[in-house]
């Protein structure tokens, strides 16, 4: 995942809309999603257009965003620590900022490709 400089990191404190910005470029980079000529946000699997809603990005979420976490597989007097990766599961507030046609505000409309 993308790292900010330490000077950077005060703003991004300070943005509200700075955890959705991130989520949506996320989602972005790594999701075929495609904005057709009627303003419909399209994600294509196995070459199959399903219109993306709410529930839709949950789903988005889950197969190309993850969280990485430290796990003991041990007992806690002796550790074996493994780093996990767990699928992201955004809540109501950031889905709704996507599902937004503002780009500062978090949506992943003026982000996608037009088709």
Request: no cysteine.
């Amino acid at each position: 995942m993308w790292r900010a400089p330490d000077s950077s990191l005060a703003a991004f404190a300070r943005d509200p809309f700075a955890h959705a910005n991130t989520v949506s470029d996320a989602i972005a980079e790594t999701a075929e999603i495609y904005e057709d000529q009627n303003d419909k946000m399209l994600w294509l699997v196995d070459g199959k257009p399903i219109s993306v809603t709410g529930n839709v990005l949950l789903d988005i979420s889950a197969r190309h965003l993850a969280t990485k976490r430290l796990v003991n597989r041990g007992t806690e007097s002796e550790p074996n620590l493994v780093s996990e990766y767990v699928p992201y599961t955004p809540d109501q507030k950031t889905v709704r900022a996507l599902m937004t046609a503002d780009r500062r505000e978090g949506g992943l409309r003026g982000r996608i490709t037009k088709i």
